[in-house]
């Protein structure tokens, strides 16, 4: 997925295709999403980011939810997502309301991951 806001956009809306893992595209763009229900399950997954290049950590998240949006064309739609789609959902949310998945894991963890990017900004700065 990618939320507007990666790109520097302050528009509400994001872009994800769950359907590659199971070698069928089926992108879908989500216009002012909401998540209406949340399970009370919960499921561990490795999840990345664009934003964070080359991290992996696993992040517990409920593994039900349901979302409301609208679509390009301005439909309003209503899906429950479970597994990866769920949690592809919640992390394309949270990029919208100023979270990363490393917001989600624990704090050992995310300083490690904070301070290799730092690391890697000032390497990168350097040229």
């Known amino acids: 997925g990618l939320a507007a806001s990666q790109v520097g956009s302050l528009n509400r809306l994001f872009v994800m295709d769950i359907g590659w893992k199971e070698g069928k595209s089926d992108p879908l763009v989500c216009i002012n ?13 490795e999840e990345g980011c ?6 992996l950590a696993e992040v517990n998240r409920p593994s039900q939810v349901q979302m409301v949006w609208s679509s390009l064309e301005g439909g309003r739609y209503v899906q429950s997502f479970d597994g990866f789609g769920a949690a592809c959902v919640q992390h394309e949310i949270d990029h919208l309301e100023g979270k990363l998945f490393i917001d989600h894991i624990k704090p050992l963890r995310r300083q490690m991951i904070t301070r290799k990017m730092v690391k890697l900004k000032r390497e990168l700065a350097r040229g």
């Open 33 to 45: 999403p909401m998540l209406q229900e949340i399970g009370e399950e919960r499921a561990v997954l």
């Open 50 to 55: 664009l934003s964070i290049p080359g991290v």
